[in-house]
């Protein structure tokens, strides 16, 4: 097809694409509605848990916020496949889809339900984990009322859980306490009855003042040894003389006796002292032995102190837990049955496709006109085909219908003279 050489041509072709763009822009506004209209509406709702925090505040580990790591561990239980299955069973949910399998439902329930924390705006302390303000419990369904059910179905299931486990916690929290205060307690008896009889086997263990009793001996010792000599003197003097007289017989028997009897006290306390030395030489592990003993004991004392301590927080905890003035959940806001959709956007989906309808057809009539160029001035047909015209034919103002006087006078604005001819 060659170049449009008059303005008839020229307004044949433009009412051609006008019907072209308005026949684009009907189908596609067309299709569009369909599409928005064929899409499904998804309502959206939500219910809201609100956290308090302790009545009575403290640093006892049973009084420290476990909100976040007590909701996490609801929600991994809340979602596990025997509670969604229940949950699907209990609501009548996916009724109207009979071809989806199980697996299929509780993937779409996991997919419809939210769990969002929001973090508490008090700054944390040093080593205490972050506390949450409030749980949003969001649900998605393409029906607002089961939406609003599973919500608050959710809603109550954490209300319940977070009761149960708290409590549990706390009775779980005293009952270790007391199972560990009674078996350091017979782990300090045990240890103090092997240290009585270990100082039982061991003299050494018993005696505190050995190093004085040695001293005591070896004094009494000399004295005894003293006292021999002097009676051995003595008894010598008397056997000396010449002649010795009935009185001076009977004294040496006497003084015979006598050293007897100091020479026995003298092997007793030197049989003492050996044993004394003796001891003496297992004093030093005797002594390692109770120093491990006295720290063993000290350990335990120390760990039972702190257990005892542990306890009387963990009691504490439980009577705040049962008095309801611990950390506990509230619903602030139940889940209402929406009244619109949230999504779906039917209106969105027809303007948008309407939109890119005229779009298109704007684009196809643009590609329409670089395929079939118009010649609008001598000049450029001398340019594009190398011929140049013999006469131009001015465009005579007739008279013609307001419409096509316009877009006469638009066609001559463009070109700047009349269509061209040449031979």
């Not at 056997?239 to 009977?250: G, I, P, S």
């Not at 004093?283 to 350990?299: F, G, I, M, N, W």
Request: hydrophobic share 45%; glycine share 4%.
């Amino acid at each position: 097809m060659g170049p449009i050489q008059s303005f008839d041509e020229f307004l044949g072709l433009l009412n051609r694409r006008r019907l072209m763009i308005a026949a684009v822009v009907l189908f596609g506004a067309i299709i569009s509605v369909m599409i928005g209209a064929s899409r499904t509406k998804t309502y959206e709702t939500a219910a809201v848990i609100q956290v308090e925090m302790p009545v009575i505040s403290g640093t006892a580990p049973g009084m420290v916020p476990q909100s976040a790591s007590l909701l996490q561990g609801i929600e991994q239980r809340l979602t596990t496949r025997e509670n969604l299955a229940a949950m699907i069973d209990r609501h009548g949910l996916f009724a109207d889809l009979p071809g989806l399998t199980l697996d299929q439902k509780i993937f779409a329930l996991r997919s419809a339900v939210q769990f969002q924390s929001v973090a508490s705006a008090a700054p944390a302390s040093f080593g205490v984990p972050n506390a949450v303000s409030a749980l949003i419990i969001s649900t998605r369904f393409p029906d607002g009322d089961q939406a609003a059910r599973v919500a608050n179905d959710f809603a109550q299931g954490i209300l319940d859980m977070s009761v149960a486990q708290q409590a549990s916690r706390a009775r779980d929290t005293v009952a270790f306490f007391v199972e560990e205060e009674a078996r350091i307690s017979q782990e300090i008896v045990a240890l103090e009855a092997e240290l009585v009889a270990y100082k039982n086997d061991n003299p050494v263990a018993r005696s505190s003042g050995t190093a004085d009793e040695r001293v005591t001996i070896e004094t009494e010792i000399r004295s005894l040894m003293q006292n021999i000599l002097a009676v051995r003197g003595e008894k010598a003097a008397l056997q000396a003389k010449d002649r010795l007289r009935e009185t001076d017989r009977r004294r040496i028997e006497d003084l015979t006796a006598q050293e007897a009897v100091l020479q026995s006290q003298q092997e007793a306390l030197q049989a003492q002292r050996d044993t004394l030395d003796a001891q003496g030489a297992q004093a030093p592990e005797v002594e390692r032995t109770l120093s491990a003993y006295d720290r063993r004991l000290q350990q335990l004392q120390s760990q039972y102190e702190l257990i005892t301590a542990r306890k009387a927080e963990a009691e504490t905890a439980l009577r705040l837990e049962q008095e309801q003035h611990a950390e506990r959940f509230t619903l602030l806001e139940r889940a209402i049955v929406p009244e619109y959709p949230t999504s779906g956007g039917g209106k969105k989906i027809a303007v948008a496709g309407t939109l890119a309808s005229l779009v298109l057809a704007l684009a196809i009539a643009f590609a329409l006109d670089l395929m079939h160029p118009v010649l609008r001035s001598a000049a450029q047909m001398q340019r594009e085909l190398d011929i140049r015209p013999v006469i131009t034919i001015p465009d005579l103002a007739l008279a013609h219908p307001p419409a096509e006087g316009a877009l006469r006078r638009l066609w001559r604005r463009l070109s700047g003279h009349s269509p061209v001819q040449h031979n």
